[in-house]
């Protein structure tokens, strides 16, 4: 990686810090969304959205509707970039376990 490269790394990360910090959580979707954005974890962010008292037609929320929500289309720019380590991580697990 040569200087330049590095510059537009620190930049890249330094919006998607900013955008997660200043996202706004209004519904269970977008708070999937940022939960997502800082873990990376569709498991432990269902368990967090049970603890914020978040429901799925009366039912808590599991895993798999976190994993929806990532893949509905994206509604904003953090969303989009959800998505997109939620597919990444997708195909390490398969190819892993596939």
Same mark, same amino acid.
């Given at each position: ?10 930049e890249r /990360? ?5 955008? =997660?910090?200043?996202?706004? $959580?209004? +519904?269970?979707?977008?708070? #999937? &969304? ?14 967090? /959205? ?5 429901? =799925?037609?009366?039912?808590? $929320?599991? +895993?798999?509707?976190?994993? #929806? &929500? ?14 997109? /380590? ?13």
């Amino acid at each position: 990686m040569n200087i330049e490269q590095a510059r537009k790394e620190i930049e890249r /990360l330094g919006r998607y810090i900013w955008l =997660v910090e200043n996202y706004e $959580v209004n +519904s269970m979707e977008t708070a #999937a &969304i940022k939960l997502y954005a800082e873990n990376q974890n569709v498991s432990k962010i269902a368990a967090e /959205l049970n603890d914020l008292g978040y429901k =799925v037609g009366g039912r808590k $929320v599991a +895993s798999s509707d976190v994993s #929806a &929500i990532l893949q509905e289309k994206p509604k904003d720019e953090l969303h989009e970039i959800a998505q997109k /380590l939620f597919k990444v991580s997708k195909k390490k697990m398969t190819r892993a376990f596939g």
